[in-house]
T-cell receptor
Framework: DVKVTQSSRYLVKRTGEKVFLECVQD?????MFWYRQDPGLGLRLIYF???????EKGDIPEGYSVSREKKERFSLILESASTNQTSMYLC??????????????FGPGTRLTVL | GEDVEQSLFLSVREGDSSVINCTYT??????LYWYKQEPGAGLQLLTY?????DMKQDQRLTVLLNKKDKHLSLRIADTQTGDSAIYFC????????????FGIGTKLQVIP
């Protein structure tokens, strides 16, 4: 059973703080993703990584950075948190298989509030 | 570019059928998916359809794909209160890295 875990379910931070969100998957997946989910906007891709030390910008990378030092771990960093980064953050992983579906497995999410 | 659209909300009575609709713009989609998100949880893959198929049935779920109109629907027969969730339509574009594009999600409310 694929498991994607996120370090916190709920997090409250102050404006200007540096915030780390951690995600770990146990299925040796190559691909990992960070999304944010906001009402009426659905899921928006922030960053993804298809290999260790590799990263690609998604649709809304501004204000975020990521780190992938180990295959199983993908971190999302908010260098200086702002109130408009209050959101639900979802991590996902997948393994590319030629000719097959690309199922993404999601973690439970971290609800971040920036005051 | 890719765009996936869905309505925001659907309300049905327990025992009725639910139909959740989705339109997409990219004709080079290879797979189309339905994900389910229960309250307080992440998304889980519910079902998927390959772009060369018209229909797929899996127990109470029926997926219909109209490639000409770029329209995808999910029908849930005999809807139960446990089906209350947000349903996301998603697509994968072929070629290179397989990025998945999600719709905004349709919140299904099942009234007992």
């Amino acid at each position: 059973d694929v498991k994607v875990t996120q370090s916190s379910r709920y997090l409250v931070k102050r404006t200007g703080e540096k915030v780390f969100l951690e995600c770990v998957q146990d299925m040796d997946h190559e691909n990992m993703f960070w999304y944010r989910q906001d009402p009426g906007l659905g899921l928006r891709l922030i960053y993804f990584s298809y290999d260790v030390k590799m990263k690609e910008k998604g649709d809304i990378p501004e204000g975020y950075s990521v780190s992938r030092e180990k295959k199983e771990r993908f971190s999302l960093i908010l260098e200086s948190a702002s109130t408009n980064q209050t959101s639900m953050y979802l991590c996902a992983s997948s393994s590319p298989t030629s000719g097959a579906i690309d199922t993404q497995y999601f973690g439970p999410g971290t609800r971040l509030t920036v005051l | 570019g890719e765009d996936v659209e869905q309505s925001l909300f659907l309300s049905v009575r327990e025992g009725d059928s639910s139909v959740i609709n989705c339109t997409y713009t990219d004709s080079s989609s290879t797979y189309l998916y339905w994900y389910k998100q229960e309250p307080g949880a992440g998304l889980q893959l519910l079902t998927y359809i390959f772009s060369n198929m018209d229909m797929k049935q899996d127990q109470r779920l029926t997926v219909l794909l109209n490639k000409k109109d770029k329209h995808l629907s999910l029908r849930i027969a005999d809807t139960q209160t446990g089906d209350s969730a947000i349903y996301f339509c998603a697509e994968t574009i072929s070629g290179g890295y397989q990025k998945v594009t999600f719709g905004i999600g349709t919140k299904l409310q099942v009234i007992p």
